[in-house]
């Protein structure tokens, strides 16, 4: 995962906004995702981008990409309790198979 | 869930036992993959499969062999457990519609050697 950078944590208020980021190296990367992992679960894909475009949202979700900067980030509004889980950022390499290159992930803890 | 199943779900081993994973899938995607987890790691990929007996090298696959003889199953083969394998191993699909964007993951197996 040292392709794809992620803070460790993340704690917020339940209600407030969570923003989660990421930074990724390879310019050439066609896809970027976002996944949920909640405790003992799979990998949930929440929501992806393409890598021409600038932001995508998705109900409560909103994903930006900084292309020059190579930086992604993920907002979630109104964060609930039920969105504490461990967010992945993932980006996909060209080629005839979905490489995915996954950063360590980002533990989000929301609060009362 | 995207009619995936991985079996055993949970499994404790011996350092030198050889030890086989198994993924199912019911949604007739082309492409299988099988990832481990590891805390500070994401997941990195192992072995991936692009169609029946057609199977290629991740990034971290030294000790791990896989076999895909049916569309739907996809195995993966420790053949020597060592305690460096102690992992989650999840296994993803794509190819949904002709598309690779979307891959769906199983639940996971958690193994154990010891």
């Known amino acids: 995962g040292e392709d794809v950078e992620q803070s460790l944590f993340l704690s917020v208020r339940e209600g407030d906004s969570s923003v989660i980021n990421c930074t990724y190296t390879?310019?050439?990367?066609?896809?970027l995702y976002w996944y949920k992992q909640e405790p003992g679960a799979g990998l949930q894909l929440l929501t992806y981008?393409?890598?021409?475009?600038d932001m995508k949202q998705d109900q409560r979700l909103t994903v930006l990409l900084n292309k020059k900067d190579k930086h992604l980030s993920l907002r979630i509004a109104d964060t609930q309790t039920g969105d504490s889980a461990i967010y992945f950022c993932a980006e996909s390499r060209p080629g005839g198979y979905n490489k995915l290159i996954f950063g360590a992930g980002t533990r989000l803890a929301v609060h009362p | 869930d995207a009619g995936i199943t991985q079996s055993p779900r949970h499994k404790v081993t011996e350092t030198g036992t050889p030890v086989t994973l198994r993924c199912h899938q019911t949604?007739?995607?082309?492409?299988m993959y099988w990832y481990r987890q590891d805390p500070g790691h994401g997941l990195r990929l192992i072995h991936y499969s692009y169609g029946v007996k057609d199977t290629d090298k991740g990034e971290v696959s030294d000790g791990y062999s896989v076999s895909r003889s049916k569309t739907e199953d996809f195995l993966l083969t420790l053949e020597s457990a060592t305690s460096s394998q102690t992992s989650v191993y999840f296994c993803?699909?794509?190819?949904?519609?002709?598309?690779?964007?979307?891959?769906?993951f199983g639940q996971g197996t958690r193994l154990t050697v010891v």
């Open positions: 993803a699909i794509t190819g949904r519609e002709g598309s690779n964007t979307e891959a769906f």
């Open positions: 949604e007739n995607h082309r492409y």
């Open positions: 981008i393409f890598s021409n475009m």
């Open positions: 390879d310019s050439s990367s066609t896809y």
